[in-house]
């Protein structure tokens, strides 16, 4: 997510009704490095938020992941992670502790992730999962 003002003039722009309750999940996704679920953000939200629904996260992320500031992550079959970070790179999936790190590449040398055309085909996006032990669970 670039700032919490850009995406809210986004989202006004094309007409996304703004409530106390999207506004909190927007601010809790801004730099939010831990790649949360839906759940876990309605989890978290809950305690302040009384009111907030599940639905509500959920269409919140849903459009935010339209208009560019969140990518879905899935790694896990039961639920979708989110991630504000958009620009290109890599996961790191901790089979120990289940937390995801992201890996971008120029943190690896020579790997380059794939954009445009490969053998004719029209990349739109890609993800790249690691599977291992992170260096806290080592």
Same mark, same amino acid.
Do not use: W
């Given at each position: 997510?670039?700032?919490f003002e850009?995406?809210?003039?986004?989202?006004?722009?094309?007409?996304f009704?703004?409530t106390?309750?999207?506004f909190?999940v927007?601010?809790y996704?801004?730099?939010n490095?831990?790649?949360?679920?839906a759940?876990?953000?309605?989890?978290?939200?809950?305690?302040?938020y009384p009111?907030l629904?599940?639905?509500?996260?959920?269409?919140?992320?849903? @459009?935010?992941?339209?208009? +560019? %500031?969140v990518t879905?992550?899935? &790694?896990? $079959?039961?639920? /979708?992670n989110?991630?504000?970070?958009v620009?290109p790179?890599m996961h790191?999936?901790?089979?120990?502790?289940n937390?995801?790190?992201?890996?971008?590449p120029?943190?690896?040398?020579g @790997?380059?992730?794939p954009? +445009? %055309?490969?053998a004719g085909?029209? &990349?739109? $996006?890609?993800? /790249?999962?690691?599977?291992?032990i992170?260096?806290d669970?080592?």
């Open positions: 997510m670039d700032s850009h995406t809210i003039q986004t989202l006004r722009g094309k007409g009704k703004l106390p309750q999207r909190a927007i601010k996704m801004i730099g490095t831990n790649h949360p679920s759940l876990t953000i309605h989890k978290d939200l809950k305690k302040r009111s629904s599940f639905s509500t996260v959920y269409n919140t992320l849903n @459009v935010l992941e339209e208009i +560019g %500031e879905p992550i899935y &790694i896990f $079959s039961e639920h /979708v989110y991630d504000p970070s620009e790179h790191f999936l901790c089979t120990k502790c937390r995801i790190h992201d890996i971008f120029g943190d690896i040398e @790997v380059r992730l954009a +445009g %055309e490969v085909h029209l &990349i739109i $996006s890609s993800q /790249v999962i690691l599977r291992g992170c260096k669970c080592r």
